[in-house]
């Protein structure tokens, strides 16, 4: 049986990310296709964005994931903005 | 001329260290000071906040920070302000301070902040008591941000927030959760005072760039809008100098 996905599993999620002390994000979003979720954002290591997709198989079995979700680049700038 | 890196949301654990630490290294070059604007840890324990003093400490300039409210999820705030004190960070909540630098000081105020939103969606101090208690905390702690910037004697003053003093800088977010990014309370505290720019983070998918209804300049420093270990805001303009390329 393909698993409902609807709104109520949508804030479930939500909250799974936010709520799990070992994910605790709260920039994740979620787009609901027919048959499966695209993750998006970015998160601060290759580790958590891997947790997130771990915590959501593990809670939602059934529910198909597409993870976009992006490591946030920690390079050194090469501008000023300058303030007036 | 006073050169601030800022960033703010970088959720410091175990697999973040390391990942900052070579543009870190850098800023004595390019920057005379870093602010951060809260969320410095994933959800605030004193492990992860080790972890935050380890990538953010012994930069060779001075660090002030706020917190953020993934630094209050493990309710352990002051033990985590308590380690980023200990390697050096300068740490405010509702309170200021002046640095040194170049010739010129430069005054900080910085707090926490909090939600409520903004004029036309505003939550109002009125029915059950955990709705008087949510604005009342928003309005208490802008008040504190409020003072603090109007007691610091400086030729440049900075706030340092984590929540949003304004809408503009939340472009990008669900209209719907703005009342959670900030509030109009802690704009109306930095156009208390003479202030030259204004720093916060918390809001992800939001913008950089906003101005508060008094004119000063706000900067969503979030680091996955500003995408790169730092932004860097020259203040007190006299020359621009090499190092970096003016924008
Ligand atoms: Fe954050
Ligand atoms: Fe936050």
Do not use: W
Not at chain 2, 96 to 115: C, D, M, P, R, S
Not at chain 2, 120 to 135: D, I, L, T, W
Request: hydrophobic content about 40%.
């Amino acid at each position: 049986m393909t698993p409902q996905l609807d709104e109520y599993v949508e804030a479930e999620i939500q909250r799974l990310l936010a709520e799990t002390g070992s994910v605790a994000e709260q920039g994740i979003t979620i787009a609901r296709r027919e048959h499966l979720i695209v993750l998006g954002g970015e998160v601060e290591s290759a580790q958590r964005r891997d947790e997130i997709c771990r915590q959501i198989n593990q809670h939602f079995p059934d529910v198909e994931i597409a993870c976009d979700i992006g490591i946030v680049r920690a390079q050194a700038p090469t501008e000023v903005e300058e303030i007036s | 001329m006073i050169r601030i890196a800022a960033v703010g949301d970088v959720h410091v654990d175990k697999d973040v260290v390391g990942r900052y630490r070579p543009a870190l290294e850098q800023l004595p070059g390019v920057a005379d000071a870093l602010l951060i604007a809260g969320d410095l840890t994933r959800h605030g324990t004193v492990e992860e906040a080790r972890c935050m003093a380890q990538e953010f400490g012994d930069l060779g300039v001075p660090v002030v920070v706020v917190l953020g409210n993934h630094d209050h999820q493990s309710d352990q705030q002051d033990a985590v302000t308590g380690v980023l004190q200990d390697a050096g960070l300068v740490v405010l909540e509702g309170e200021g301070t002046v640095l040194e630098l170049n010739g010129h000081t430069l005054g900080i105020a910085g707090a926490k902040g909090f939600g409520g939103g903004f004029a036309g969606a505003c939550a109002s101090k009125f029915g059950e008591r955990e709705m008087k208690n949510f604005v009342g905390t928003t309005e208490a702690i802008a008040e504190r941000l409020g003072a603090a910037l109007r007691g610091l004697e400086c030729d440049a003053l900075v706030a340092l927030t984590h929540y949003a003093p304004v809408p503009e800088t939340l472009t990008g977010e669900p209209l719907e959760i703005y009342p959670f990014l900030g509030s109009y309370l802690l704009g109306q505290a930095i156009d208390s005072a003479p202030t030259a720019l204004a720093l916060h983070g918390h809001a992800h998918h939001g913008s950089e760039r906003g101005r508060t209804p008094g004119g000063v300049p706000v900067r969503n420093v979030a680091h996955p809008v500003i995408k790169q270990a730092y932004n860097v805001y020259q203040l007190l303009s006299d020359e621009v100098d090499a190092g970096l390329v003016s924008i």
